[in-house]
């Protein structure tokens, strides 16, 4: 009977112990988590080998790093990798990401069979100056490499730059020049050269002129980096309109691979005519109308100031309005004498059930009133309107 109970406690002794050392592994594998096969760097020309039968291992033939030197920020450049199966199972290779978005990646194989090779070219264009450092990532079902890194650098630097990047010439009196300078570098070739400069807004590029001379050796030492340039002075000629002016310059050169690039010019002329009343910007001297809805004219009564020792003998009139089915202007008889003589305008909007927008924005520019003076050296004044014409509701 003892010798029964004996092999009884025996029994549950055994059984809680073998309970108890599987609850504890369990626990101990719960609490430690789980375990993961994490790939070690993979050396250019470098094979893992294997005792086992049919399984895929990769190479990557060549490096798998790609320094590609210097760029400009306008190019496009582009590395082929080459990847090979030296396993003996057929091998899949899958894009999982990519470190930016200006990095194109494509693959000639998504799976090799052994000893097959799969391309992998990388493309990118930069969007800043600076070190870049690009890196494509990729799932393999080589047991030993789980993820495979392919990676481009280098330096990406101006290939040329304008100095200032802006001109203003402001309160210009009507009848003058008026010149500046623009310093234009290269940075990555010593045979840097103009070729070609435009002026792209044609209602004032009549007005300027640009001279080109090449940069001595001290005024190139004078700017970090560069190793080439030129000087070009940039002129307003006389007779350019009363009012306010806006320009752009094109400027091309002999860099192969480098877009021109493009200065924008604001500025105003000053004279002897001026617009004032209610609805004038004092710093633009645009009429200010705003949004018209429905169809009833809406008009503003403005004065048009002429000054100067030949006020008295000049006269004024509208030689244009712009757009002419919806915007009027009529010049009463001047009143006045002497240095001083003043005339009354009227600005008219006449909306036609169409949608019109002339705020001076991207969509449609400013109206547009030309007024001129039979004085011979008097030039003329454009007037700027801004509205916008709803239409019909």
């Not at 435009?198 to 209602?203: A, M, S, T, V, W």
């Amino acid at each position: 009977m003892n010798k029964m109970k004996n092999t009884i406690l025996l029994a549950v002794v055994v059984v809680f112990l073998a309970t108890a050392v599987g609850v504890g592994s369990s626990y101990y594998e719960f609490t430690r988590g789980p375990v993961y096969a994490f790939s070690k760097p993979l050396r250019s020309g470098e094979v893992r080998d294997s005792t086992e039968v049919g399984e895929a291992k990769l190479e990557v033939v060549g490096p798998g790093k790609f320094n590609f030197g210097t760029m400009s920020m306008q190019e496009t450049r582009s590395h082929t990798f080459t990847v090979r199966n030296v396993g003996t199972a057929p091998l899949t290779l899958r894009f999982l990401e990519k470190s930016c978005q200006c990095t194109n990646v494509e693959m000639t194989r998504h799976v090799m069979e052994p000893n097959e090779d799969s391309e992998i070219t990388l493309s990118w264009k930069p969007k800043k100056y600076g070190v870049l450092y690009q890196v494509a990532r990729f799932e393999t079902n080589d047991y030993s490499l789980q993820e495979l890194d392919l990676t481009v650098t280098g330096d990406v630097k101006q290939t040329m730059a304008a100095v200032p990047t802006s001109l203003e010439f402001e309160g210009v009196r009507a009848g003058k020049a008026v010149s500046t300078q623009v310093m234009f570098y290269g940075y990555r070739a010593d045979n840097l050269a103009i070729e070609d400069i435009e002026f792209l807004k044609e209602g004032s590029a009549e007005f300027f002129e640009a001279i080109v001379e090449p940069l001595t050796p001290e005024q190139i030492a004078a700017e970090p980096g560069a190793r080439s340039g030129a000087a070009i002075q940039i002129t307003l000629k006389p007779g350019a309109p009363i009012g306010n002016f806006t320009q752009r310059i094109r400027i091309s050169t002999n860099q192969a691979n480098s877009e021109p690039i493009e200065i924008p010019v604001i500025g105003s002329v000053v004279g002897n005519i001026s617009v004032v009343g209610q609805g004038v910007d004092p710093d633009t001297g645009v009429i200010e109308i705003g949004v018209i809805r429905g169809n009833q004219p809406v008009q503003r009564r403005l004065l048009v100031l002429l000054r100067g020792e030949d006020a008295a003998d000049t006269n004024l009139k509208v030689v244009s309005c712009d757009p002419t089915e919806v915007l009027e202007a009529t010049l009463e008889e001047p009143r006045g004498s002497g240095p001083l003589k003043t005339y009354p305008l009227t600005v008219r909007i006449k909306p036609n059930g169409e949608l019109v927008d002339r705020t001076g924005t991207k969509v449609g520019p400013f109206g547009k009133i030309v007024i001129e003076s039979d004085a011979s050296d008097s030039p003329r004044l454009n007037q700027y309107v801004s509205f916008r014409l709803e239409g019909s509701q």
